[in-house]
């Protein structure tokens, strides 16, 4: 809590920043690579294939654990290196040839700016909710036409469905318009609701998990639909749905919109 005098801090209590302003200060000691043209891209691989490793190496051990299998999707299928490498390949290709320079432009034109004070907690939690229920709806709109239209879904989602069984690394391997789709998406709401740099890190962390977590192929106990009531959220089993039957279940993350429009199909009930 350094740098704050005793009355900085009872304005801190009184909105509610305390609770994160410790974290946020830890934060900005690392100044110079938060505001680094390299800090997106390295922080968005890193995290992404760091929620990627812990399913790759259950995958691996796989064959050797038979345990685990109860947890899995489809019991019998473990991706092979053959099917690992290449969209873990695609993932660092256009991370570094087209992530890369857009992220560049963007931070030429508009530096990340680093207040001083965290955001009170209730707004970072509030604004990463709305930042995933607008997520969620702009993917279904996208995600529905790239199914609908023959075309479009040819020429750029058709990738992304190569893989019917789904695992970790599969989850960004698509063209990169429909990367860049999801990334302009993402980008578009922080900017609409001026989110606190902390918040959208915290966005960030979330929708990359969640994204992984759809694509992960296990359903465990702890798996985030099993948090959330009245199944509104979807979950792994949900989307794994999609990928094997391609007409149901558009939205990411929550049943409304497929609820909505009749395209909602419920995920068998799970074994644990
Ligand atoms: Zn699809
Ligand atoms: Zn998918």
Not at 166 to 193: C, H, K, P, R
Not at 205 to 228: A, C, K, M, Q
Request: with cysteine.
């Amino acid at each position: 809590m350094s740098g704050h005098n005793s009355s900085e801090l009872q304005v801190l209590c009184s909105s509610g920043q305390l609770f994160l302003q410790p974290l946020w200060d830890r934060l900005r000691t690392w100044e110079v690579l938060l505001q680094s043209p390299f800090f997106p891209v390295i922080f968005s691989i890193t995290t992404y294939v760091g929620f990627c490793l812990p399913f790759v190496v259950l995958d691996i051990l796989g064959p050797w654990v038979p345990a685990l299998r109860r947890y899995k999707i489809h019991p019998n299928f473990s991706p092979s290196a053959r099917q690992l490498l290449p969209c873990l390949g695609q993932t660092l290709y256009q991370h570094a040839v087209f992530v890369f320079p857009v992220t560049l432009l963007y931070w030429a034109r508009s530096p990340v700016l680093l207040h001083r004070e965290a955001p009170e907690l209730l707004q970072l939690v509030s604004h990463v909710v709305l930042c995933l229920l607008l997520f969620d709806a702009e993917v279904f709109v996208w995600h529905v036409l790239h199914h609908k239209v023959p075309w479009l879904y040819r020429t750029f989602h058709k990738m992304h469905h190569q893989n019917s069984s789904t695992f970790a690394l599969a989850t960004q391997y698509m063209s990169v318009w429909e990367l860049f789709s999801l990334g302009f998406f993402d980008m578009l709401n922080i900017t609409l609701l001026g989110c606190h740099p902390l918040t959208v890190l915290t966005f960030h962390v979330v929708n990359i998990w969640l994204s992984v977590e759809d694509h992960s192929g296990y359903d465990f106990p702890w798996s985030t639909h099993r948090w959330v009531p009245f199944g509104w959220y979807g979950g792994v089993a949900h989307h794994d749905l999609h990928h094997s039957q391609f007409n149901c279940n558009f939205a990411p993350y929550f049943t409304h919109w497929d609820k909505i429009l009749g395209t909602l199909k419920p995920a068998p009930l799970p074994a644990c």
